[in-house]
């Protein structure tokens, strides 16, 4: 079975920063899209970055600049780094891998609080 485990969530004061890791177990991820989503009380989840297995990337408007996604296909992890957060930021972000080709096998791990204070 598929397992996604983030961690490097917390509390940090707006303009600072905070890397978050995924640690994925269980398959092969090569044939993955990897990504982050977020959700905040009230409001739907969104997709905040998504990285490619041949390490393309795509961010929400609201993050570009500010966040970056990578990946270690060897070690199985996706990251993301977050700098100049911003109170709105505030969520809990989940880590999420997605087939390629088969829709069913999409995963997401149980999420890590982000929480920027202003």
């Known amino acids: 079975q598929v397992q996604l485990v983030e961690s490097g969530g917390g509390l940090v004061q707006s303009g600072g920063s905070l890397s978050l890791s995924c640690a994925a177990s269980g398959s092969n991820f090569n044939s993955y899209t990897m990504g982050w989503y977020r959700q905040a009380p009230g409001k739907q989840r969104e997709l905040v970055a998504i990285?490619?297995?041949?390490?393309?990337?795509t961010y929400a408007e609201s993050v570009k600049g500010r966040f970056t996604i990578s990946r270690d296909n060897a070690k199985n992890m996706v990251y993301l780094q977050m700098n100049n957060l911003k109170p709105e930021d505030t969520a809990v972000y989940c880590c999420n891998v997605r087939h390629v080709f088969v829709p069913s096998r999409v995963y997401w791990g149980a999420g890590t609080q982000v929480t920027v204070s202003s």
């Open positions: 990285v490619t297995s041949g390490s393309a990337t």
